[in-house]
């Protein structure tokens, strides 16, 4: 049986030869290990194994998750849809959320985070490809909504997220992942602060890497097949 722990080296080793491939740092590109599904105690061997950061898409079992870890210190980041009456759930329990496509999600965010809190660090998520049944907001609607929330008191704008459609080859998935590079450079110039692309996931790490994902989303890589998909 393979163990969380070599399969986290594996992981590392991926994003380590896919920077090496195209000239990046490998400090370039940070891992959340996707733990949704999956239990306390597999969290707890990733901890064993060096990883701090994971990533929660279904809030009700996270709150349940990030109350029973509590004394760990862990980094926890939302990346699932986000429903207005899940936010102050999201708020009061989450460091960083990757999944915002509405300013009124946003707003209750920042009006639900906490005072002795640290601001919530956030990403919009971006529809790259006009996937249908996807949360995400329309490129051209993305550097708009970017400068609404750097606006917000307890929110820190940090970047972009998106979750291509899978594609077909390598080239293809990396044009995609590109189509967010070039909007995150775009922010840049409009003078946004903002120094994340979350991008990538155990499939196609690679691809995003190579298109400057700072920050890939790995959960079966990590923790194996998960029961409900
Ligand atoms: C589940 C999930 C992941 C991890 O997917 P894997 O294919 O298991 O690596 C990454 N990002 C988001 C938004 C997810 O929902």
């Not at 999956?38 to 969290?43: A, K, R």
């Not at 390598?170 to 994340?196: C, K, N, P, Y």
């Amino acid at each position: 049986m393979t163990t969380i722990a070599e399969r986290l080296k594996a992981v590392h080793s991926r994003i380590q030869a896919a920077c090496q491939a195209c000239g990046r740092a490998p400090e370039s590109v940070s891992l959340l290990a996707v733990s949704k599904t999956f239990s306390g105690q597999m969290v707890q061997q990733a901890l064993a194994a060096g990883q701090h950061a994971f990533g929660e898409n279904y809030m009700q079992e996270a709150a349940q998750k990030i109350a029973e870890l509590r004394h760990l210190g862990l980094q926890w980041h939302c990346i699932g849809p986000i429903q207005s009456n899940k936010t102050r759930l999201v708020a009061e329990n989450f460091d960083w959320v990757h999944t915002v496509d509405r300013l009124k999600i946003a707003e209750r965010l920042s009006a639900q985070r906490p005072a002795h809190l640290a601001p919530l660090q956030v990403c919009v998520q971006v529809n790259l490809d006009g996937g249908a049944n996807k949360s995400g907001v329309a490129p051209a609607q993305a550097l708009a909504l970017a400068h609404q929330l750097a606006g917000l008191p307890r929110l820190k704008l940090r970047g972009l997220m998106c979750i291509p459609e899978p594609a077909p080859d390598f080239a293809s998935a990396r044009a995609v992942f590109e189509q967010a590079r070039t909007l995150m450079q775009q922010g840049l110039a409009q003078g946004l602060d903002i120094d994340t692309l979350s991008m990538g996931m155990s499939d196609d790490l690679e691809a995003a890497i190579a298109a400057g994902s700072t920050l890939v989303r790995v959960g079966s890589a990590i923790f194996g097949t998960r029961a409900t998909a």
